[in-house]
T-cell receptor, first 112, second 116 residues
Framework: AQKITQTQPGMFVQEKEAVTLDCTYD???????LFWYKQPSSGEMIFLIYQGSYDEQNATEGRYSLNFQKARKSANLVISASQLGDSAMYFC?????????FGTGTSLTVIP | DAGVIQSPRHEVTEMGQEVTLRCKPISGHDYLFWYRQTMMRGLELLIY????????DSGMPEDRFSAKMPNASFSTLKIQPSEPRDSAVYFCASSFQRRPGAGELFFGEGSRLTVL
């Protein structure tokens, strides 16, 4: 069964605007973690943000925030004040049962 | 910390040759993962280790692939013999699980393999 779903293959955003990248997940575990990674054209996988299933507040890291809606099983990434350097692939991941499950990614393009 | 270190960064080889990819995880991490990424198949988990013991190798495509972790600071992924369809970026990643679901996964820079 698919654990992570990213329904947006590609997204465009105007520079300085905010953008939301969608992610839904499926697990029956009570303890799990949700992650977002950025993969620029250079290829490396960069850890952006983490949300634990027991965390009551949404995680934030600089311009990145994770909109965690547990009942809906969604963990959307919000990037505020987009910059040209944000153009990249973004992957959502679920950590459960000591394994990590990745979505298919969303390609974000920031338009000047 | 130096992060996850992979070598080589790039490898070009001919079909039939043996390829060995190397990984040094972050010190103190108890999980190590090998992934393969292609345009067609995305990011695929090949195998993962816990405390140097292979836990799940169901993602290893065939017997030509093997992975070892002789100690906590070193792992190898070997392909013998290599085939053109093995061309991909191979990532090593490590994690420390504080509790189930609470362990950030850190990736190496990847090894880009091209088999001619």
């Amino acid at each position: 069964a698919q654990k992570i779903t990213q329904t947006q293959p590609g997204m465009f955003v105007q520079e300085k605007e905010a953008v939301t990248l969608d992610c839904t997940y499926d697990t029956s575990d009570q303890s799990y973690g949700l992650f977002w990674y950025k993969q620029p054209s250079s290829g490396e996988m960069i850890f952006l943000i983490y949300q634990g299933s027991y965390d009551e507040q949404n995680a934030t890291e600089g311009r990145y925030s994770l909109n965690f809606q547990k009942a809906r099983k969604s963990a959307n990434l919000v990037i505020s004040a987009s910059q040209l350097g944000d153009s990249a692939m973004y992957f959502c991941a679920l950590n459960t049962g000591n394994q990590f499950y990745f979505g298919t990614g969303t390609s974000l393009t920031v338009i000047p | 910390d130096a992060g996850v270190i992979q070598s080589p960064r790039h490898e070009v080889t001919e079909m039939g040759q043996e390829v060995t990819l190397r990984c040094k995880p972050i010190s103190g991490h108890d999980y190590l993962f090998w992934y393969r990424q292609t345009m067609m198949r995305g990011l695929e988990l090949l195998i993962y280790f816990n405390n140097n013991v292979p836990i799940d190798d169901s993602g290893m495509p065939e017997d030509r692939f093997s992975a070892k972790m002789p100690n906590a600071s070193f792992s190898t992924l070997k392909i013998q013999p290599s085939e053109p369809r093995d061309s991909a970026v191979y990532f090593c990643a490590s994690s420390f699980q504080r509790r189930p679901g609470a362990g950030e996964l850190f990736f190496g820079e990847g090894s880009r393999l091209t088999v001619l």
